[in-house]
Structures are given as structure tokens and as C-alpha cells.
């Protein structure tokens, strides 16, 4: 992160104006990048319209100033399961990012998309996300959707803004549960001032987060958990479950630390072990129900290996 310290000559000035000018960007570039986390000032996310007072630290992420460059297509292969002139659907591996961000411009999804679609994709007020309709973590492996053409794009966004779209993912969640099935209704805010890391929101804060939970097979200390979303905010199942006391294995960030319990110890794998293994749309433009789900063959190897491990323990 950039800090720029504030003199008492800055007060009372918009937060967005000001990095207008500071930053010498636009009022729209300014806007998304206070939006989406990437400034904060005394640690603390604020508005667009936030009035400074001067004597302040901002804090910046430059990542937002990279909208204003190129990104480069790259020739990587991609695992498709479905493809046409609006839309894709992508297998997407573990390790590899949805889109470049200030730490790396490339080997991402959409370095690998722009090469594959000879750049037809959605545009975005973002160019870092063209293309990118919804997003999975780096660590978390599976299907995902991707737009060419942005009457698509908007019609599948607000397929998963309205829940119309579903969504499945397959976990391994630590410990035994005592339901079966649930839903778990907790908000999220940002956890302090992270920009990347969340927690449940305290009473009455928060943006909604809905996840269905169903245990398919228990293990001793660890189960195999199907999710649905209803809700997409970032690493929602990996906060939601740790909420429940069931963290994901190899979730360090949210307390699965030294992975399973002392009976699996010595399993090393990379990541979270969360599969994005499922898609339900409408298609944009002939209104057909678009289904997609991933076999066992075409799972993350780390999912597969630690399954065999468990049944044969």
C-alpha cells in the first residue's frame, strides 16, 4: 500500500476529488477504487463522498492505477466445457488467479481468455476483469463463467445477483457435524482494515451472506460438504463455515492451521480444498438452461487425494 499524508489544506475536500487530483486519474477510476477497498483512510474504509479533514493518512492500493494499462493475452491452456459466441464456461485450476492485481500481471484467467477469444470479451469499467462475470479465489479450483459480448455479461451478473444462477461447491470441512443440512444467514464486513480478509459482521452490520450447507460423507474429524450459494460475497463459505467451527482443510487464513487433527497430519496440500463443481444458468440470448457439473476426473487433485485418504482411513 501508497500513503499519502494530508495537509490541514486538504480538509473538507470529497476523498474522491482528492485522488483525482493527487493521483492525476479519473473521477470514475477514483470512485471504483475507493469502492472496492483499494483506499483507506487511518485504516478505515470510507465513502466516495467521504469529506477529509485534513492531517489524515491515505492509504492506497495501486492496483486500481493498472486499469489504465494493457493487459497482455497469454497463450495458456484453458480447460473448457462449453464455448459459443456469448459465453464460457472454464475449469479453472487451482494456483491460478481470476485477473491480474498490483502483485501480478500475469498467468490470470483473464491474461489466458484474452489470448484464447483474440480479445472479444465483455468490456468492464475494470480491464483487469474482462470478461470475468464472477470470480474464484486463487486456491479454489472449478467451474467458472466467463462473457464475450456485454449483453452477456450483464445478463449472467444479474442472474447470480438475483439467485436465479446457481452454484455448488464441494468442501472438506474440519470436524463432525452434528446436522446434516443448514443455512447459514451471517453477514460479512471487512476484518479491520483488510482489503482481502473477512469476518461476520456485528449485529445489524454487514452485507448479507446466505450459504445451504449438506454433509454427503462424514470422516473422522473432517466431512465432504456440499454448498450453495446464495449469496456471492468474498471467501463467504470459507468465513461462513469457520463461523460454525467447521474451517476448510488447508485454510490457513481462516483457522485450519496444521491441517486436519492429529489423525491426518502429514497431508500437505495447497490451499483451501474448495471445488466450485457446479453451474445453473439461462442462457443470455436463447433463454436455454444451461447445466454443468464437474465428474470426479476433472476435480482439483488435492480434493481427490485427500477423499481416497479419508475413505481408506
Known amino acids: 500500500m501508497e500513503k499519502i499524508t494530508l495537509s490541514p489544506k486538504d480538509s473538507v475536500l470529497r476523498l474522491d476529488i482528492f485522488l483525482c487530483d493527487f493521483l492525476k486519474i479519473s473521477r470514475k477510476n477514483a470512485t471504483k477504487a475507493i469502492e472496492e477497498g483499494f483506499v483507506l483512510v487511518d485504516k478505515k474504509i470510507k465513502k466516495p463522498s467521504y469529506k477529509l479533514k485534513g492531517e489524515e493518512i491515505i492509504e492506497y492500493n495501486p492496483e486500481f492505477l493498472l486499469h489504465k494499462e494493457e493487459i497482455l493475452p497469454e497463450d495458456i491452456e484453458l480447460d473448457i466445457k462449453y464455448e459459443d459466441d456469448d459465453l464460457l464456461v472454464i475449469n479453472k485450476p487451482k494456483g491460478m488467479l481470476t485477473h491480474p492485481s498490483a502483485y501480478q500481471r500475469e498467468n490470470t484467467l483473464v491474461n489466458a481468455l484474452l489470448y484464447h477469444c483474440k480479445g472479444k470479451l465483455s468490456d468492464s469499467d475494470n480491464p483487469l476483469r474482462q470478461g470475468i ?121 481462516y483457522g485450519a492451521k496444521g491441517s486436519l487433527i492429529e489423525k491426518y497430519r502429514g497431508i500437505k496440500v495447497q490451499g483451501q480444498i474448495l471445488q466450485s463443481y457446479y453451474l445453473s444458468f439461462t442462457h443470455p440470448k436463447n433463454n436455454e438452461i444451461m447445466t454443468f457439473e464437474l465428474e470426479p476426473r476433472d476435480w482439483d487433485k488435492d480434493l481427490v487425494r485427500v477423499l481416497k485418504i479419508m475413505r481408506g482411513a
Open 133 to 253: 462475470v464472477h470470480r474464484l479465489d486463487k486456491d479454489t479450483a472449478g467451474l467458472m463463467l466467463a462473457a464475450k459480448t456485454d449483453f452477456a455479461a450483464e445478463s449472467l451478473r444479474n442472474q447470480i445477483r438475483d439467485k436465479s444462477a446457481k452454484r455448488k461447491y464441494l468442501a472438506i470441512a474440519l470436524g463432525e457435524f452434528s446436522q446434516t443440512e443448514g443455512i447459514i444467514d451471517k453477514p460479512l464486513v471487512h476484518y479491520m482494515d483488510s482489503t482481502v480478509k473477512m469476518q461476520i459482521a456485528p449485529e445489524g452490520e454487514g452485507k448479507s451472506a446466505l450459504t445451504h450447507y449438506r454433509v454427503l460423507e462424514q470422516f473422522r474429524g473432517a466431512a465432504l460438504v456440499e454448498l450453495e450459494l446464495k449469496t456471492g460475497r468474498t471467501h463467504q463459505i470459507r468465513v461462513h463455515l469457520k463461523s460454525i467451527n467447521h474451517p476448510v482443510f488447508g485454510d490457513n487464513l
